[in-house]
């Protein structure tokens, strides 16, 4: 079983920036790909960046590239989500999840252990 734990969300101004943090156990953490999904009210989840399990592969959804940042530290357990211009659109719950199987996933489907999210705000 594998916990992950988010950290880091808050209220914002829109162009000010956030570092969302995700603590995961596990002595594999550096085997397991790992996102960063975000549920705005409404909408679906979608998966705003992820990174594969050696941190040689990210990827960006459309929506936040140039402004996001994914980064991970195995040594620590830990991923990163570095948001800079945020924006009031950026507003939601923000998950982090891990999954066990895949090199970098992209879909919610592909991964298998979440944390309860944080939320952030994005204020205009």
């Known amino acids: 079983q594998v916990q992950v734990v988010e950290s880091g969300g808050g209220l914002v101004q829109a162009g000010g920036s956030l570092r969302l943090s995700c603590a995961a156990s596990?002595?594999?953490?550096?085997?397991?790909?790992m996102g960063w999904f975000r549920q705005a009210p409404g909408k679906e989840r979608e998966c705003v960046a992820a990174?594969?399990?050696?941190?040689?592969?990210?990827y960006y959804a459309d929506s936040v590239k140039g402004r996001f940042t994914i980064s991970r530290d195995n040594a620590k357990n830990t991923v990163y989500l570095q948001m800079n211009s945020l924006k009031p659109e950026d507003t939601a719950v923000y998950y982090c999840?891990?999954?066990?199987?895949?090199?970098?996933?992209?879909?919610?489907?592909?991964?298998?252990?979440w944390g309860q999210g944080t939320q952030v705000t994005v204020s205009s």
């Open positions: 999840a891990a999954d066990t199987v895949f090199e970098l996933a992209t879909t919610a489907g592909e991964y298998d252990y």
């Open positions: 990174i594969s399990w050696s941190g040689g592969n990210t």
């Open positions: 596990g002595r594999t953490f550096s085997s397991y790909a």
